[in-house]
């Protein structure tokens, strides 16, 4: 038996200045949007990557999607929790829909909002869908791990009791958890990005419409059903068969979306 690591005397909010505060969780929101349109413009300004076709996107369109795309992440991962995990709880307080510093986003929902607004904003740039997801399933990934860093800053989604060397004890726990949120870091942002990577700049993903996309989807999908294996679902949630999660359950038709991407790429 090994003993488990106490948690790091970490506070939730990086600054706390009167009424004033700032929180690790929304930095790495900002800070994963920020680096998303910073990479996004690197690859249109790219050529080599996109074999026959132009890019996607201009540099300055993309500067110009920032706010459209904020809008679609934060607001179809609030819409998503709201709608995919407390429906009742939230009709009977409509309100508490607004307090988003409350907690409560959901992945599967901010990847929809992505996917509205790629759809509106494509059409205003004259780009197909499958182009502008391919865009975003590039850069999205830090964000992502950054997410799942503050995830465990703010000592919330831990995973499932363990005698790991490397299991940590929470705030108001006894025994050791997997720190399942740097799993997930690990997987959905450091690995994803890489895979995704690697298939744009070696092997011209971006040449084919809807390639990069699919890598995303199928692989955060896989990532995502993995880590729910360490991962406690929310308690008022539980399982489903004594091991399913909803997590599991809402992945599922990622990865099926995600190889008929790969699919219909190999037409192009």
Request: charged residues 15%; without cysteine.
């Amino acid at each position: 038996m090994f003993a488990a690591i106490p948690f790091p005397p970490l506070s939730p909010n990086l600054i706390e200045w009167g009424p004033l505060t700032i929180k690790w969780y929304g930095l790495a929101y900002v800070g994963g949007l920020v680096f998303a349109a910073w990479y996004m413009k690197r690859l249109v300004n790219n050529p080599a990557l996109w074999g026959k076709w132009q890019p996607t996107m201009t540099a300055q369109q993309v500067d110009d999607m920032f706010l459209w795309f904020f809008l679609g992440v934060v607001g179809g991962g609030r819409l998503g929790y709201v709608l995919l995990y407390q429906p009742l709880k939230y009709l009977e307080h409509p309100l508490d829909i607004f307090k988003v510093w409350d907690g409560g986003m959901s992945f599967h929902g901010g990847f929809l909002g992505v996917v509205v607004v790629s759809y509106f904003y494509g059409r205003h740039v004259g780009a197909t869908l499958d182009r502008m997801l391919d865009l975003g399933a590039a850069a999205t990934p830090v964000g992502l791990g950054l997410g799942r860093l503050a995830n465990f800053v703010n000592a919330e989604l831990y995973g499932r009791y363990t005698d790991v060397p490397w299991a940590v004890i929470f705030p108001g726990d006894t025994a050791g958890r997997h720190p399942s949120q740097f799993y997930e870091a690990g997987m959905e942002g450091l690995l994803l990005f890489l895979i995704v990577r690697i298939a744009t700049h070696r092997f011209q993903a971006l040449a084919h419409p809807g390639r990069a996309s699919g890598l995303y989807a199928i692989g955060y999908g896989v990532a995502r059903i993995v880590a729910e294996f360490f991962r406690v679902p929310d308690a008022f949630i539980g399982y489903y068969f004594g091991f399913i999660t909803q997590g599991m359950i809402y992945s599922l038709p990622l990865v099926a979306v995600g190889v008929w991407l790969l699919i219909r790429s190999r037409r192009t």
